[in-house]
């Protein structure tokens, strides 16, 4: 019995990659002068490392791997902490300043959900407050009330595609993986939860659509709405204009 619907939050909430945390970074690498600029198309390859200071140092090492980190700092790890923490700061004022839509269907879905007293919750790899500042921002100013819990960042050692942070977010519910649903839009995603024993939808995006989704209960295009119709791409073909949680609680 379906219980609770758990979300990612960077791609499946809003399309936050390109236009926000992309932008983000960059800035925090003007901020410290170094001439570092991470493109739209190369930035979809670094996604393939989650975790903003992960893909920083993935970054450093493959491409900058003469970069000396400068002398104010005792070593990499902390120079690369201090550019996330930088980078952070951006990245929320971006979402207060020109909050990012989120969606199709994904306010209208979390609403049934509520409604339905069915249990909401977040797993995400990007920072916390990255995932407060959207949800406040783009989903309502008491949206962070509304999910049991939202696990983030560093709260787990290993991020995805490890399954930890579900693993979390199962422990901490007391629920069992069958009694959820997960959503998320990137192959790294769902090898994490897969890897939790959890079911998964995809809803694809610019920078996934052509990611393995091989074991995912269903691949769409994104959620739907009435008058924005979804497409199912693979797996469970779910009929209609729009996922609805009465079709959730009958599969
Ligand atoms: C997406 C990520 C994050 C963001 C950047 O996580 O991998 O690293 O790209 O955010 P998810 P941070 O899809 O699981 O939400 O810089 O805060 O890590
Ligand atoms: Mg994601």
Redesign the pocket.
Known sequence: MLKALIF?????LAET?RDG?RIAFNQAFSSVNLDWYWSVDFYGQL?EI???KE?IKYYIFHYKPNFIYPKDYDNLDQFIAYL?QT??KYYTQLLTDQPIALRPGIKRLINEAKRDNIRLAIA????YP?AIALLKNSLDPEAISWFEIIAA?DIVAKK?PAPDIYLYVLEKMKLLPEECLVFE??HQ?LISATKAGLKTIITVNNYTKNQDFTGAFSVLNHLGEKDQPFSVLSGKKFKGKYLNLKMLLEN
């Not at 995400?124 to 920072?127: E, K, L, S």
């Open positions: 990612d939050v960077d791609g499946t990659e945390h996604l989650a975790g903003g893909r996330h980078k952070t995400t790899t990007a920072a990255n960042g995805k839009d990137s995603g």
